[in-house]
């Protein structure tokens, strides 16, 4: 399988506390990989890492290598550059923005990428029809249910076709019957789009389903 991800010697430190020890890990492309592992194991560091949100301690032996680009080799208006147009986020709160509409903010990344007008419009209506809440695209995020706001937050992460979406207990927020309907739509996703997903997740259902579990335990892989 040709790989997407490949990380090398991934090491985060905060003060005297080392919340990620040494990781190598390698996602593969079209892959659905569930990182899972008790509160506190370095889950969401690893993501942020692996999602270029946040930056490994650096060694002679750290690589980050994310679709045939060494990031850790990008200075910080690049780096952004390649995380809005090749990398999608979802998080367990929406992180939508109230002030906007529900088609506004799901616009919000090609709109940052410079990108306005009809043809950005009409993809995110498209994204929003094939994720079932088309109906919804003139609503604010406050009247909007849990499971909306986060098909929404989906749309928004899908706006720039990126690669890879990483998404950081996406139904941690959600009922059972709304989580059970968005992990299904990741992998509708997967298999209609091509996207790559890597998920942090307590969810033994959605952890089940992944093509592959990474688990962490004090900061280290141990699966």
Same mark, same amino acid.
């Given at each position: 399988?040709?790989?997407?991800?490949?990380?090398?010697?991934?090491?985060?430190?905060? !003060?005297?506390?080392?919340?990620?020890?040494?990781?190598?890990?390698?996602i593969?492309?079209?892959?659905?990989? &569930?990182?899972?592992?008790?509160?506190?194991?370095?889950?969401?560091?690893?993501?942020?890492?692996?999602?270029?949100?946040?930056?490994?301690?650096?060694?002679?032996?750290?690589?980050?290598?994310?679709?045939?680009?060494?990031?850790?080799?990008?200075?910080?208006?690049?780096?952004?550059?390649?995380?809005?147009?090749?990398?999608?986020?979802?998080?367990?709160?929406?992180?939508?923005?109230?002030?906007?509409?529900?088609?506004?903010?799901?616009?919000?990344?090609?709109?940052?990428?410079?990108?306005?007008?009809?043809?950005?419009?009409q993809?995110a209506?498209?994204?929003?029809?094939?994720?079932g809440?088309?109906?919804?695209?003139?609503?604010?995020?406050?009247?909007?249910? !849990? !499971?909306?706001?986060?098909?929404?937050?989906?749309?928004?992460?899908?706006?720039?076709?990126?690669?890879?979406?990483?998404?950081?207990?996406?139904?941690?927020?959600?009922?059972?019957?709304? &989580?059970?309907?968005?992990?299904e739509?990741?992998?509708?996703?997967?298999?209609?789009?091509?996207?790559?997903?890597v998920?942090v997740t307590?969810?033994?259902?959605?952890?089940?389903?992944?093509?592959?579990?990474?688990?962490l335990?004090?900061?280290?892989?141990?699966t």
């Amino acid at each position: 399988m040709e790989s997407i991800i490949t990380a090398k010697g991934l090491t985060k430190t905060y !003060g005297e506390l080392c919340v990620l020890k040494n990781v190598d890990i390698t996602i593969n492309k079209g892959e659905i990989v &569930a990182i899972i592992g008790p509160s506190g194991a370095g889950k969401t560091t690893l993501l942020q890492l692996l999602g270029t949100l946040i930056t490994p301690d650096v060694s002679a032996t750290t690589s980050l290598d994310i679709q045939n680009t060494d990031v850790l080799d990008l200075n910080a208006k690049q780096l952004a550059n390649f995380r809005n147009q090749s990398l999608g986020f979802i998080f367990q709160f929406h992180e939508l923005l109230d002030e906007f509409t529900g088609l506004e903010n799901v616009m919000m990344p090609a709109m940052i990428d410079g990108r306005k007008g009809k043809e950005v419009e009409q993809r995110a209506l498209e994204l929003l029809t094939l994720l079932g809440v088309q109906h919804r695209v003139d609503h604010k995020p406050n009247s909007l249910s !849990g !499971g909306e706001q986060q098909r929404i937050a989906v749309a928004r992460a899908l706006m720039n076709s990126p690669a890879i979406i990483f998404a950081d207990e996406p139904s941690g927020n959600l009922d059972t019957q709304n &989580a059970e309907k968005l992990h299904e739509l990741f992998f509708k996703l997967r298999d209609e789009l091509g996207q790559t997903f890597v998920i942090v997740t307590h969810n033994k259902e959605l952890a089940k389903m992944a093509d592959r579990t990474i688990e962490l335990v004090d900061g280290e892989i141990v699966t």
